[in-house]
């Protein structure tokens, strides 16, 4: 995209989408969603709407204006290339059986945080809908016109969870109510939230952050690699963990205690 070529800056570019998907969605006519309502429609969004912020001990990103989920019109439809289709409500995944786990989500954008997450695994669900041989990835659908796609071998890997629970509470609107993706190894944008379907294909689909900006379908965290958004478009090698690299020795800089 030549907006990033120009200047890389995410926020600057999230913010001119905000806009620019405000100004848009007075023009066109809803578009029919493959799941629920898409608040990306909303013409009189309000003030709150769920937007970037920076709280203590967490991070909220969230790429498009949005109010939240309206549970009077969430469900969650999973299909595709399965054998048995099904929309399952809210309280369908409480029926799961509860997996409770500590783990790290880790942005782009060189910040991390942790969490207790509880939910379910993916392979509750696999052994609902049950996928054909030929259904080898799986597509997430937001209700913030946001989206993921992965393999499905991904998604059976240990530590892989679709919360409904964050720190012993019910998920909040900000960190993806009623239900999102937990998956330790990607970075953050692959951890989808608000998620309003689940659809398996033969092919691999495309991602929000790699339509949009300059980030990978794949996003697995690669060790020894950070994103400074101040250090033009590069990864840059870090030495071992995030507490030392070699900005610390550019020329006339105060030397580190040892
Ligand atoms: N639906 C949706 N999921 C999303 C996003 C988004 O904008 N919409 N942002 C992603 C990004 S870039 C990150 S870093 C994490 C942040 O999760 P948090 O807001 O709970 O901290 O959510 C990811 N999942
Ligand atoms: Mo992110």
Not at 109 to 118: D, F, G, L, N, Y
Not at 234 to 247: D, S, T, W, Y
Request: with cysteine.
């Amino acid at each position: 995209m030549a907006f990033f070529k120009e200047k890389w800056n995410r926020r600057a570019f999230l913010k001119t989408v905000s806009l620019a998907t405000l100004a848009l969605s007075t023009m066109f006519a809803p578009r029919q969603g493959f799941a629920t309502v898409d608040f990306q429609q909303n013409k009189n969004i309000p003030k709150n709407y769920i937007q970037n912020r920076d709280v203590p001990g967490f991070y909220i990103r969230s790429a498009n204006p949005f109010m939240g989920v309206d549970m009077s019109q969430w469900g969650l439809p999973v299909r595709g290339l399965v054998e048995r289709p099904r929309t399952f409500t809210y309280e369908d995944l409480f029926g799961f059986p509860v997996v409770s786990q500590i783990s790290r989500l880790k942005c782009v954008e060189c910040w991390s945080a942790k969490a207790v997450w509880e939910g379910f695994r993916f392979k509750n669900l696999v052994d609902q809908v049950r996928p054909k041989p030929s259904a080898r990835y799986v597509y997430f659908q937001s209700a913030d016109s946001y989206y993921e796609s992965y393999s499905l071998d991904e998604l059976l890997r240990p530590r892989v969870l679709l919360v409904l629970r964050m720190n012993g509470q019910s998920l909040s609107r900000d960190h993806g109510f009623p239900l999102r993706l937990i998956a330790p190894f990607k970075y953050g944008y692959k951890n989808v939230k608000y998620i309003t379907g689940i659809e398996f294909t033969d092919s691999r689909k495309r991602n929000y952050w790699a339509d949009y900006g300059p980030y990978s379908v794949d996003g697995t965290i690669q060790p020894g690699i950070d994103h400074p958004l101040d250090f033009k478009k590069k990864p840059l090698p870090i030495n071992g963990g995030e507490v030392f690299h070699f900005f610390d020795r550019r020329p006339g800089a105060p030397k580190t205690r040892s």
